[in-house]
């Protein structure tokens, strides 16, 4: 059977640099064109380049969703992305750097092909990021039935990348399912996670500042929230009177901890000294950096009110 090959097209835009910021992607088969899967989600302020790799993430997921053994072809207009991910341009920043990890650990890179395109022939892709954006400068959420890029032909997603199987050649007549229910979603991914804290300034100084430095972007804030958004999910510090008193206790039931991909033993490395400038304390320190065993390189690292942390680094 010929090796499946899935099309990957992705945008993403910020009106300001940064500015309010979003991404889009689409999962397209290029045998026939029909669209399988689309996703879109404002990023709060960001910027052009990190909304654009925000949208290769999202479809680079959403391709390995649909079959994950799959090859990938990525076409974007944007020249920066395709040249770093194709390893001809060298990647300066930091920020940049981080997102590039995350797009290669979604798949192999030896599986991912990727293509540079004029922006007219990545109308639809444009047309999600700035669904996104419009989405993010009323404050509220994507809506994907409204979209102007609909799913033309939603592919179930595969096990192991064996093909779905084939319908039967004369169904029985069943009702029609809505179109909202028939789209395959992207499953088993993380939405959002909330942090309620009893200080929300000591908390973005700590738990926001290491969020920005494992790739993601701050997004909304209000008196006593702020939003800090990834590729698909984001996460949420918050406080006020609804937080009841007392600290956090990691060993009691409940989330004992969150763990990020930081990138290479050097980014943790990095990370982890200059965390105690930002209120953490790092833990297990007489077995760091291998606290979790000799193959996971990672640092454990804890707040002032006792939340803790883990930078795990890619396999070397």
């Keep these: ?125 444009d047309q999600l990021s700035n669904e996104a954006m419009d989405a993010g400068a009323r404050g509220g959420r994507w809506d994907a039935g409204a979209s102007k890029v609909p799913v033309t032909a939603p592919s179930a997603p595969t096990s192991a990348g064996a093909p779905a199987a084939e319908p039967d050649k004369e169904p029985l007549e069943e009702p029609p399912v809505p179109e909202e229910r028939t789209r395959p979603r992207p499953v088993g991914r993380l939405h959002h996670v909330e942090i309620w804290a009893a200080d929300l300034d000591a908390a973005v100084e700590s738990l926001g500042w290491l969020f920005e430095q494992v790739g993601y972007a701050p997004g909304d804030a209000w008196a006593e929230g702020r939003v800090y958004r990834g590729a698909g999910d984001y996460l949420v510090l918050e406080s006020g009177r609804d937080v009841a008193p007392g600290g956090h206790d990691r060993l009691r039931p409940g989330l004992n901890h969150l763990a990020f991909r930081a990138g290479t033993r050097a980014d943790v490395d990095r990370i982890a000294a200059q965390a105690a400038d930002h209120g953490f304390t790092l833990l297990f320190e007489d077995r760091h950096p291998f606290a979790g065993g000799r193959d996971h390189y990672a640092a454990y690292l804890e707040t002032a009110d006792g939340f803790e942390v883990e930078l795990v680094a890619d396999p070397a």
């Design 1 to 125: 059977m010929a090796e499946r090959t899935l099309q990957v097209e992705a945008d993403g835009g910020s009106r300001g640099n940064p500015g309010v910021a979003g991404y889009g992607a689409l999962v397209r088969d290029p045998a026939t064109g029909d669209v399988l899967m689309t996703d879109a989600a404002p990023l709060g302020k960001a910027s052009n380049n990190v909304a654009e790799y925000s949208g290769l993430i999202a479809g680079l997921e959403m391709a390995k969703t649909l079959d994950p053994d799959a090859r990938v072809h990525v076409k974007m207009d944007s020249k920066l992305v395709v040249e770093q991910m194709s390893g001809r341009w060298k990647i300066k920043h930091e920020d940049m750097r981080r997102l590039a990890q995350q797009a290669r650990a979604v798949l192999p890179p030896s599986r991912v092909t990727y293509e540079w395109i004029p922006r007219a022939q990545n109308k639809d892709a």
